[in-house]
């Protein structure tokens, strides 16, 4: 992914609300099963990592994006931004 395809997806993530929240439990397989439900839905996600989680968050972006076969947009603070594009999908990345 380009420098510029990743700034294209930060712009389009800062109108996102985080849909998942991670929690004390941590990176379970259901909630990396969830994240994988919502990248194929909607290709693009913003996640939340609440300050009960011992887990830091860079790690956990790359941890799901390996599961997931996704991309790590951006992690900053608390929050994980990540994308897996579809054949179909809605989002076309400039070249």
Do not use: H
């Not at 700034?7 to 909630?31: C, H, I, N, R």
């Not at 439900?37 to 011992?54: D, F, I, M, P, T």
């Not at 994006?65 to 076309?92: C, F, H, N, W």
């Amino acid at each position: 992914m380009t420098s510029k395809q990743r700034a294209y997806l930060k712009g389009l993530a800062m109108e996102l609300t985080p849909v998942l929240q991670l929690g004390k439990s941590g990176l379970t397989p259901e909630f990396t099963a969830s994240v994988d439900q919502v990248l194929e839905a909607r290709e693009l996600v913003k996640l939340g990592v609440l300050q009960n989680c011992l887990e830091d968050p860079k790690e956990v972006a790359q941890t799901l994006a390996e599961r997931t076969r996704s991309s790590v947009v951006q992690v900053i603070g608390k929050k994980i931004i990540l994308y897996r594009p579809k054949k179909d999908g809605k989002i076309r990345l400039p070249r």
